[in-house]
């Protein structure tokens, strides 16, 4: 290459990082990495879209906080609306729980129901939950009792936010079974991901868990499931491109990854649909879904 056209070239590069950050000045929230700045945010092509305050406080809860060893569920990650399921019919329509006290998030449930809904149209009908919240001191207790080996310390489960449970079969074991099946084939579509697949065990450092259910949301389960990447992947994989366009169940969404020191702005389109989640890892990922 002649030097005139990498000093042009060079040129170019610093011109567009000087005037990315001219932009974004100093409390805007930045999205992560260098990754698709060619991308024009939804934002940008609709006039600018509207600004949104994020906290650190953010950053801890939401569906898609990473919660494993390495980062504990805080405070925040604890769903507000974990309920006793036995004491709500309509949330275990369809469905059998191996232990009457058991809990989650009433909204998680009530997606967990449609999608045994789902699977009951398909012929599938014995699913029962063999496991829901747990908080810190049934984690102690289990942890004590089962060790290392069958259970993680508490605060370090995701089983202490609300947004996991473990599916049985009233037939027997879930790996070999059509409720085990039809999972792996469609939780995605409902939000769902199996947590611990057996492929990525290096990932996620625990051991092939064919009955433990992590919630998402969409249209995070069908892009990781399309890409076929683990949470820690996934988590990983947004950072790194700061924004992603897709497409899912006919609607499309646009997300984005902001880092949040303490405090930061977005832009998202004026007109969008959006949800706020933190990534346990100091970031919010904003998923806004577009018109
Ligand atoms: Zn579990």
Redesign the pocket.
């Known amino acids: 290459m002649k030097k005139w056209v990498v000093l042009l070239l060079l040129a170019v590069l610093i011109g567009n990082s000087y005037i990315q950050r001219e932009q974004e000045g100093e409390s805007a929230g930045r999205a992560y990495g260098e990754g698709d700045r060619s991308t024009i945010t939804a934002a940008e092509a609709n006039g600018g879209g509207r600004a949104i305050e994020l906290t650190e406080a953010q950053t801890y809860g939401g569906s898609l906080i990473l919660v494993n060893a390495a980062h504990p569920v805080r405070e925040e990650g604890v769903l507000p609306d974990i309920v006793a399921l036995a004491a709500h019919p309509e949330l275990i329509e369809g469905y059998g729980l191996l232990e009457a006290d058991t809990r989650l998030s009433a909204g998680v449930a009530e997606r967990f129901r449609d999608m045994v809904d789902a699977a009951a149209e398909d012929g599938v009908t014995h699913f029962r939950i063999s ?1 829901g919240y747990r908080d810190e001191a049934e984690q102690r207790r289990m942890y004590e009792e089962k060790g290392a080996e069958y259970a993680l310390p508490p605060g370090r ?3 202490n936010t609300g947004l ?3 599916v049985g079969s009233t037939l027997g074991e879930m790996g070999g079974l059509p409720e085990g099946q039809w999972l792996i084939r469609h939780a995605a579509e409902h939000g769902f991901i199996l ?1 611990y697949p057996k492929d990525k065990t290096e990932v996620t450092g625990i051991q092939y ?1 064919p ?2 259910f992590r919630y998402v949301g969409l249209p995070h389960s069908l892009i990781m499931e399309e890409n076929d990447l683990a949470l820690e992947e996934y988590s990983a994989f947004l950072r790194k491109k700061g924004i992603i366009q897709s497409e899912a169940n006919g609607e499309r969404y646009e997300i984005q990854a902001v880092d949040v020191p303490g405090h930061a702005t977005a832009r998202v389109p004026a007109d969008a649909e959006v949800e706020l989640s933190g990534d346990n890892q100091g970031g919010v990922v904003i998923t806004s879904r577009l018109q």
Request: proline letters at 0%; aromatic letters at 10%.
């Open positions: 496991s489960s995701e089983h996991s449970l473990d947590r868990e009955w433990h």
